[in-house]
């Protein structure tokens, strides 16, 4: 068994203008290389980062070598994800990052965190880390309903007039999930709440940091201010 990590960077970047804002920078490299770095030191035993063909260039040049860059034409987030199957093993666990995320954990690396979680949670099919969300991403982001044993109740994509204050950013499955994933789905998050409807039982971890979602301009000026004012590296 092998932890695989998985990037989908095969958007077309619409909301920033054409920008591949996988690329945009921060502190050590780009978003990209950033999500990239942190899946390496959580444990993945490889990574495989999915690109529209415009981009593969510029993708390549900008990870570890000793990550996969894998072309693919693909309507949806979920699309790409099911593209990177063909190298994953049958007994593998998946580690899912957002290429264009940018966040930070007071505990450790995320990944590390949920994948010795998952370890002694031999039931969990999923396990999503979940930040606290600001009053700015309202809206924005995937919201995760938390009973009283960490089990997800429910995930809600991009509600603005929901109570719920934590949203996923990352994901980690056992082989079981892939058959929750659709190609229609826009993201992964509705195999999350497809699971969690069919009775599976996926967990939550809390991560206590901060979490940017820089598929808007608005959200990556946002953390670029953080950057400048020092509050986070």
């Not at 990052?97 to 990944?111: L, Y």
């Not at 229609?184 to 699971?195: E, T």
Request: proline share 5%; glycine share 10%.
């Amino acid at each position: 068994m092998a932890l695989i990590g998985i990037v989908p960077a095969a958007g077309q970047a619409v909301r920033m203008g054409g920008i591949p804002k996988m690329l945009l920078p921060q502190p050590t490299g780009t978003l990209l290389s950033r999500v990239c770095q942190e899946l390496a030191n959580g444990g993945a035993d490889r990574v495989y980062v999915g690109s529209n063909h415009k981009n593969l260039p510029l993708i390549e040049d900008v990870i570890p070598d000793k990550h996969t860059v894998y072309g693919v034409q693909a309507a949806t987030m979920s699309e790409t994800v099911l593209a990177a199957r063909r190298w994953v093993g049958e007994h593998d666990v998946v580690a899912l990052a957002m290429p264009d995320t940018f966040f930070t954990s007071r505990w450790g690396n995320v990944f590390q965190l949920m994948a010795e979680r998952l370890v002694k949670r031999t039931d969990t099919l999923a396990m999503a880390a979940v930040w606290k969300i600001r009053p700015d991403q309202v809206g924005k982001l995937g919201l995760v309903d938390i009973g009283e044993c960490n089990e997800v109740l429910a995930v809600i994509d991009k509600a603005k007039d929901s109570p719920l204050t934590e949203a996923w950013g990352a994901l980690m499955w056992r082989p079981g999930f892939w058959d929750y994933i659709k190609p229609d789905h826009a993201h992964v998050g509705y195999a999350l709440a497809d699971a969690v409807q069919a009775g599976q039982h996926v967990e939550a971890i809390r991560i206590e940091g901060r979490y940017w979602d820089c598929g808007t301009k608005d959200e990556y000026w946002k953390l670029c201010a953080r950057f400048l004012d020092g509050s986070v590296t």
